[in-house]
């Protein structure tokens, strides 16, 4: 069956250090992945998209990896902050131009001052 | 721009009464999305729409569910007859028709069914 598994619920990390949330899938062969930031009582916001040909992006504090031979992608946050605590959605989106996500779980990030 | 515009915000009715919920997308937007999030299940993705056409609706529950889009800057979705199990928040997103494009959500809709 197709899955697709964002590491714990939750993860708490300390102010400063980078928090690294993982998102593994099985049975799909998406074209792009997107990560996208949820605040509670809000919608998903858009952070950052990787392409199947691309090893890793950046954007400020902000760095993905895509592992199509793992079929994983790792979102790293550097330098922690308290605002940086919210829910971490990946999204794999399979480029048949059809434009539907199929979204993980999510990750509930916490970072303690 | 004023972004994906959904209404109500908060909706509290009782079971078997029908809901309509309200989603304008944003301007020149040709993909809508209708999601559901609850704590167990996360977000589901319901129906979605090309160019006001509904390409896949494989996600929506139940035929007590029905959405349209009957023009570009509107869409909506119905449960008819409303049940408890159907309490939860649901989004509606909107992107440019292509691979790789970002969707981007409204506000949800919070739906309490008693």
């Known amino acids: 069956s197709q899955k697709i598994e964002q590491n714990s619920e939750a993860l708490n990390i300390q102010e400063g250090k980078t928090a690294t949330l993982t998102c593994n899938y099985t049975n799909y062969s998406p074209a792009y992945l997107q990560w996208y930031r949820q605040d509670p009582g809000r919608g998903p916001v858009f952070l950052l998209l990787i392409r199947e040909n691309e090893k890793e992006k950046r954007k400020e504090r902000l760095k993905v990896t895509f592992d199509t031979t793992l079929k994983q992608s790792l979102f790293h946050i550097t330098a922690s902050q308290p605002a940086d605590s919210a829910t971490y959605l990946c999204a794999l989106d399979m480029g048949t131009g059809a434009n539907n996500l199929f979204f993980g779980t999510g990750t509930r990030l916490t970072v303690i001052p | 721009d004023a972004g994906v515009i959904q209404s109500p915000r908060h909706e509290v009715t009782e079971m078997g009464q029908e809901v309509t919920l309200r989603c304008k997308p944003i301007?020149?937007?040709?993909?809508l999305f209708w999601y559901r999030q609850t704590m167990m299940r996360g977000l589901e993705l319901l129906i979605y729409f090309n160019n006001n056409v509904p390409i896949d609706d494989s996600g929506m529950p139940e035929d007590r569910f029905s959405a349209k889009m009957p023009n570009a800057s509107f869409s909506t979705l119905k449960i008819q007859p409303s049940e408890p199990r159907d309490s939860a928040v649901y989004f509606c997103a909107s992107s440019l028709l292509g691979p790789g494009n970002e969707q981007f959500f409204g506000p949800g809709t919070r739906l309490t069914v008693l």
């Open positions: 301007s020149g937007h040709n993909s």
